[in-house]
T-cell receptor, first 111, second 115 residues
Framework: KAGVTQTPRYLIKTRGQQVTLSCSPI?????VSWYQQTPGQGLQFLFE???????NKGNFPGRFSGRQFSNSRSEMNVSTLELGDSALYLC??????????FGPGTRLTVL | SQKIEQNSEALNIQEGKTATLTCNYT??????LQWYRQDPGRGPVFLLL?????KEKRKERLKVTFDTTLKQSLFHITASQPADSATYLC??????????????FGKGTKLSVIP
């Protein structure tokens, strides 16, 4: 079974731009979560989607948003990028169990 | 607020020895505690999960203990090998109901196994 895939793997943007990241979960997994990982803060939960509905949301500003499609694929969007948004963005899928399966991440650099 | 601490940022041990990593938490009563492994440039990989009513879990050379009174978990790798070198992350999960789990991660311990 194929693992979680994320595209693109690397992105370079400038301040003020917006960005959309994509995640395809493991086949059959309907829950998709997004995390931000930085050296200073570690892994922080952004939000979780299940059946196209956001079920949980972390403590991030409204510039961070997401959505999930009927095939469970998910996207996250960050608008008005700031330098501090530079991070590894990780997507994880699960079968509705606590164990989560992570993708390789998208490395976002904001200049 | 919830706080998770992994006591060592880095841990060096000799090949063949047992590595012991510590995870402490405060202001939280997790239903589950998990350990993940992360290699540079890759996403975390799930290793083990232990429930709040379990004391110990084993999988091959890995062992996890969970003490809800001390609010602490210990993660052991026996007969460590250089291939075990990675960052190990502790994660707590509460049960929000209906199969929804939000993970809170520690910052990780970077383990180096020296040949």
């Amino acid at each position: 079974k194929a693992g979680v895939t994320q595209t693109p793997r690397y992105l370079i943007k400038t301040r003020g731009q917006q960005v959309t990241l994509s995640c395809s979960p493991i086949s059959g997994h309907r829950s998709v979560s997004w995390y931000q990982q930085t050296p200073g803060q570690g892994l922080q939960f952004l939000f979780e989607y299940f059946s196209e509905t956001q079920r949980n949301k972390g403590n991030f500003p409204g510039r961070f948003s997401g959505r999930q499609f009927s095939n469970s694929r998910s996207e996250m969007n960050v608008s008005t990028l700031e330098l501090g948004d530079s991070a590894l963005y990780l997507c994880a899928s699960s079968l509705g169990l606590p164990e989560q399966f992570f993708g390789p991440g998208t490395r976002l650099t904001v200049l | 607020s919830q706080k998770i601490e992994q006591n060592s940022e880095a841990l060096n041990i000799q090949e063949g020895k047992t590595a012991t990593l510590t995870c402490n938490y405060t202001n939280y009563s997790p239903a589950y505690l998990q350990w993940y492994r992360q290699d540079p440039g890759r996403g975390p990989v799930f290793l083990l999960l232990i429930r709040e009513n379990e004391k110990e879990k084993r999988k091959e050379r890995l062992k996890v203990t969970f003490d809800t009174t001390l609010k602490q978990s210990l993660f052991h790798i026996t007969a460590s090998q250089p291939a075990d070198s990675a960052t190990y992350l502790c994660a707590l999960a509460g049960d929000s109901g209906a199969g929804s789990y939000q993970l809170t991660f520690g910052k990780g311990t970077k383990l180096s196994v020296i040949p």
